[in-house]
């Protein structure tokens, strides 16, 4: 009899998750297609979205449809994850690590994105001084980023090249630059667009501009260097009181066994636990928080 009722269980169970991933997937897939239609009526052409766009979306905005269902997604599977290792005794520590699986989506992407997203603000500083001496040399905007394009580096010089694809397509070459601002969610790049655009609608100097652009970007990153080198010590600080508690608790268990076992197998003991771990997460991102100054 209770194998019977362990099958249906399971049974039942398995088919819940089913259709809440069901779900979710067409809520995926929804949210993949408005960011096609998105970047389509940017660039003026069918646009074919790549997954470094669904992982630039979800590292930008972190409130849309698709990094929210990836979230839950994340979230229902390492709690059913965590249940099933754990047993349903520990429950509230699969409930809190469905909690972290919520939020660690956005974050892993994020931190994958962050090289090349820093590589790529660094290139756009040298890439906006090449432009505007080519533009003082006498060529063209398109010239000069066909230029770029040709000697440019990675991830770059792969953005100037399909909007160079774009412009050739037929697309007008300020709507193929606003594409890539979609694709790419940088403020500088943003800026500098905004700048080429107005410059080539209104008239100016968009030489000037660009090299006006590059100096302000240049400064802001050399004084980002250094609030980041104040503040290493801080954020240093915050991972260590965020690591001592549990190396603590490591260290007392190995110590004396038998006192903190009621930590783990009382229910008392497990939500105090898990009352600590969040206070303590808590604790950390504020620390982040205050450490963690952008210009």
Do not use: C
């Not at 049974?11 to 991933?21: E, H, K, N, S, T």
């Not at 756009?124 to 394009?149: K, N």
Request: aromatic share 6%; charged share 15%; hydrophobic share 55%.
């Amino acid at each position: 009899m209770t194998t019977i009722l362990m099958i249906l269980t399971i049974a039942i169970v398995g088919y819940v998750v089913y259709l809440l991933a069901m779900v979710l997937l067409k809520s995926i897939l929804s949210s993949v297609e408005a960011i096609r239609k998105a970047i389509q009526e940017r660039a003026g052409k069918v646009a074919k979205i790549s997954p470094q766009q669904i992982f630039l979306n979800i590292s930008a905005q972190p409130k849309s449809t698709l990094a929210r269902t990836v979230r839950i997604l994340s979230a229902i599977l390492l709690f059913l994850f965590l249940l099933i290792l754990l047993g349903s005794s520990n429950f509230i520590f699969a409930l809190l690590g469905g909690v972290f699986g919520f939020f660690l989506p956005v974050k892993i992407v994020q931190a994958l994105n962050r090289k090349n997203f820093t590589k790529f603000e660094d290139q756009l500083i040298d890439a906006l001084g090449m432009i505007a001496g080519s533009l003082r040399a006498g060529s063209s905007l398109l010239q000069a980023l066909e230029i770029l394009g040709r000697d440019a580096e990675e991830p770059l010089k792969a953005e100037i090249n399909e909007v160079l694809r774009q412009v050739h397509l037929g697309t007008p070459l300020d709507t193929a630059l606003w594409a890539m601002t979609s694709r790419v969610p940088s403020r500088d790049l943003h800026l500098a667009v905004l700048a080429i655009n107005v410059t080539r609608e209104f008239g100016g100097n968009l030489g000037e501009n660009l090299q006006r652009i590059a100096a302000t970007m240049r400064e802001r990153r050399k004084i980002q260097g250094k609030i980041n080198a104040i503040t290493a010590q801080g954020r240093l600080s915050g991972w260590i009181v965020t690591a001592v508690p549990f190396l603590l608790l490591i260290v007392m268990n190995m110590m004396e066994p038998e006192m903190f076992s009621v930590m783990f197998t009382s229910i008392l003991g497990k939500i105090l636990l898990a009352i600590a771990i969040v206070m303590v997460t808590i604790g950390n991102i504020v620390i982040q928080k205050i450490v963690n100054i952008d210009i």
